[in-house]
């Protein structure tokens, strides 16, 4: 998605996602409303721009030191405070979205990895 630059392009992944969710009965009616709830609850858009960027990580896996780097290198945490204040804020959004249950912390499952 990161090479995704114009709304157009957006708009194609959007409806791509979209007509994929369509093929499981009560996807849109039940299952969207409830993650969009989650996501709409996540607070500054700094938060979401962080769960965002969890995209671009394989399914089921992701390992919190590296994602809590790309996060401070892409400029999603300020680290002008000091990297292990922006370090700190980094896990703390990570538990943000794991409470959210939009992220799945390691020994939930056997992919994940914490570093």
């Keep these: ?23 499981f009965p009560g996807m849109e009616d039940h299952i969207f409303p409830i993650l969009m709830y989650s996501y709409d609850s996540l607070g500054g858009d700094h938060v979401k721009s962080c769960f965002q960027y969890c ?15 790309y996060w401070i290198c892409e400029g999603f945490i300020d680290e002008k405070k000091g990297i292990r204040k ?16 939009l992220l799945i912390e390691e020994g939930e499952t056997n992919q994940s990895e914490n570093a």
């Design 1 to 23: 998605m990161a090479s995704k630059r114009t709304v157009q392009e957006w708009d194609e992944a959007i409806d791509t996602l979209a007509s994929s969710a369509a093929q």
């Design 55 to 69: 995209a671009l990580f394989p399914e089921d896996f992701y390992r919190k030191g590296e994602l809590v780097d």
């Design 86 to 101: 922006a370090k700190n804020k980094a896990h703390g959004i990570i538990g943000t979205l794991v409470q959210a249950c």
